[in-house]
């Protein structure tokens, strides 16, 4: 026995419109999350925001270029790594000191007090990362 199929232009045109609608509500998120973003979002959380997408990017060039160069000089490549990952993991710390939302999670909350961690822990792992290399 046949089968007869069921679908017709109506049914594609509907999945079609279910597919531009869901893109259409896609990209409004998007729009307001960008305009939400922009204008609840103190500058220097957007600066921080910047650094981390930098580090970020930083450590995915460095994963790609190990995964197709080989990692030859392992300890170089090693110590690279591992100072975005830590970099990333310090400067996810400063934007939680540095929000003003979490004041009443960090008490004492002193933004500048947050700053001088991070550029002391910085020093720290840029020494271990300079020794590591050799």
Do not use: W
Request: charged letters at 15%; proline letters at 4%.
């Amino acid at each position: 026995m046949a089968v007869k199929s069921t679908s017709s232009k109506s049914d594609y045109k509907s999945v079609s419109a279910k597919v531009s609608s869901d893109s259409q509500s896609f990209t409004s998120v998007v729009k307001e999350f960008l305009y939400k973003y922009k204008t609840t979002t103190p500058k220097r959380l957007r600066v921080l925001d910047a650094y981390l997408a930098y580090v970020l990017l930083t450590g995915i060039i460095q994963f790609i270029y190990c995964c197709i160069a080989g990692t030859f000089p392992f300890n170089s490549f090693l110590s690279g790594f591992i100072s975005c990952v830590a970099s990333f993991i310090l400067a996810v710390c400063l934007r939680m000191h540095s929000n003003p939302q979490n004041k009443n999670v960090f008490i004492p909350s002193c933004p500048e007090s947050a700053y001088a961690d991070f550029i002391f822990a910085h020093v720290i792992l840029h020494l271990v990362v300079f020794n590591f290399i050799g």
